[in-house]
């Protein structure tokens, strides 16, 4: 799940923290005009996932890790996995003290040394074979991602420029902003429907335009 767009910022392997929601950099780039979100909020938003990718990297300067950050008006969506208890509790303190966050939802998962780096690899491997455009169809949190997006972006009556989503261990983590109940509910039943999802945490806050 590798993305660089507005509101996205990507450091898997060169920074060793990803931060990025997904959403393909050709359609955000053309949807940023069509969110609900300020200009003021957008800006504020990016500045926050710039500071935590920043302040992450400063503090585990030879970790490669698997966190990605989201920020949808000043809530900030930390999802990811680590292998240390400590380390979980370390980073999800830092995130908490970011200046200008006003809420936090830190859904990183712990798991075993071993699928972490796993995952890790398979990220690398990902952009490897995309880079040589050679992409497999296994269903495994990049697929299934794709899935939801071309899910959301077809449904009528769903603005899908206001939400960010990730997949980690088939759980989808989803933030931003619906316009309705009614909404909300065709983007959470969207993504309960696709093939390899295990549960669907949402956390959209409605908000009508």
């Not at 393909?24 to 979100?37: I, N, P, W």
């Not at 809420?103 to 398979?122: A, G, H, I």
């Not at 909300?184 to 949402?202: A, M, S």
Request: hydrophobic share 35%.
């Amino acid at each position: 799940m590798i993305r660089t767009a507005l509101g996205a910022l990507t450091m898997f392997g060169l920074l060793g923290v990803t931060g990025c929601s997904y959403v393909s950099a050709a359609r955000e780039a053309a949807g940023k005009a069509l969110e609900d979100r300020t200009h003021a909020d957008l800006m504020k938003d990016t500045e926050i996932e710039s500071k935590l990718v920043r302040l992450i990297n400063e503090r585990y300067t030879r970790m490669n890790l698997d966190l990605t950050f989201d920020a949808w008006e000043q809530r900030v969506l930390a999802t990811g996995t680590v292998d240390k208890p400590t380390l979980r509790d370390d980073i999800g303190r830092l995130v908490k003290d970011v200046p200008g966050v006003r809420v936090t939802y830190y859904e990183v998962q712990l798991v075993s040394t071993k699928e972490k780096e796993e995952r890790l690899q398979e990220k690398g491997q990902r952009e490897q074979k995309k880079n040589q455009g050679t992409m497999s169809e296994t269903i495994d949190d990049w697929w299934i991602a794709r899935k939801i997006e071309a899910k959301i972006i077809a449904r009528p009556g769903v603005n899908s420029n206001n939400y960010r989503w990730r997949v980690v261990r088939g759980t989808v983590y989803i933030i931003g902003r619906a316009r309705s109940q009614t909404e909300l509910d065709k983007v959470l039943e969207l993504c309960r429907e696709t093939k390899g999802v295990k549960q669907v945490k949402h956390f959209v806050e409605i908000k009508p335009v």
